[in-house]
């Protein structure tokens, strides 16, 4: 989550990160003319952005071709994060949507055996909260981080229905009704599960995917029924899927093109 609220921003960064970002997605070198086009910036502009970059090791630029693509330098601001524990580097931007909206948020990791199991939660302060103990397991296909995995599984209504006979309700929804939401889920990319799971408590979630279609991470907010209207919630799912859009880019290495066309 970025801090946006009251800062003005430098335009020439923006386009250098928005030039390197259609680099990264396009994975091959482009010229100077294209990269203008494809970022709406003019030829001018985008050519001393893109010598400076390429002064500085960013990009690097083929003489021959005249053309640029992502450059060792990169590696310089990478090396950090390289290795590093995937739960680590999603914490700032989970504890900021926490605290940002007033909710307890859970991280899930998804196993290979169709359960969930909570690996981190995050919370702001002076709420009333839900506690749920790490190691904390669940069938995948339970709440609304299950809708989110059938959906973007795109299991068929059978396979569905399957799983969801897997998960004790404690007010069921019925069938017909959670398959509604799973179609849902497949155009927005996040599903709610309104205590049904659990009495009292809603639940708004999303998932990330990895570079090869799985789903590996699960991310729902948490909160007591009635702490919060439906436009609230609204912007906590918009808040979880940019969060599962970034997650996918820049933990799991998916194409900007793909996590963007799955939540339309």
Not at 73 to 96: C, I, S, V
Not at 223 to 229: E, M
């Amino acid at each position: 989550m970025s801090d946006d609220h009251g800062h003005k921003f430098v335009p020439a960064v923006q386009n250098a990160t928005r030039i390197m970002r259609l680099l990264a997605a396009q994975g091959e070198p482009l010229g100077a003319t294209q990269i203008a086009r494809e970022t709406g910036l003019n030829v001018s502009s985008a050519f001393n952005i893109l010598r400076t970059l390429s002064h500085e090791g960013i990009l690097s630029f083929n003489s021959e071709a005249k053309t640029y693509r992502i450059g060792m330098g990169l590696l310089e601001f990478a090396a950090p994060l390289l290795g590093a524990n995937p739960a680590d580097l999603l914490r700032p931007t989970l504890a900021a949507i926490a605290h940002e909206h007033r909710v307890t948020i859970a991280l899930w990791h998804i196993t290979g055996n169709e359960r969930i199991v909570l690996i981190d939660r995050f919370t702001a302060p002076n709420i009333v909260q839900v506690v749920i103990a790490r190691n904390s397991r669940l069938p995948v296909f339970a709440g609304a981080i299950g809708r989110c995995y059938a959906a973007m599984l795109g299991l068929d209504e059978a396979a569905t229905r399957t799983g969801y006979d897997t998960v004790r309700w404690q007010q069921e929804p019925g069938f017909d009704s959670y398959w509604q939401d799973v179609i849902t889920a497949r155009q927005t990319g996040v599903a709610r599960d309104r205590e049904q799971l659990f009495r009292g408590l809603e639940i708004v979630a999303t998932l990330a995917r990895d570079a090869a279609d799985i789903p590996r991470i699960g991310m729902s907010s948490i909160t007591i029924a009635g702490q919060h209207d439906e436009n609230s919630l609204e912007k906590v799912a918009d808040a979880l899927t940019d969060a599962a859009d970034q997650i996918e880019r820049c933990v799991f290495g998916r194409n900007v093109a793909d996590s963007t066309q799955k939540r339309k």
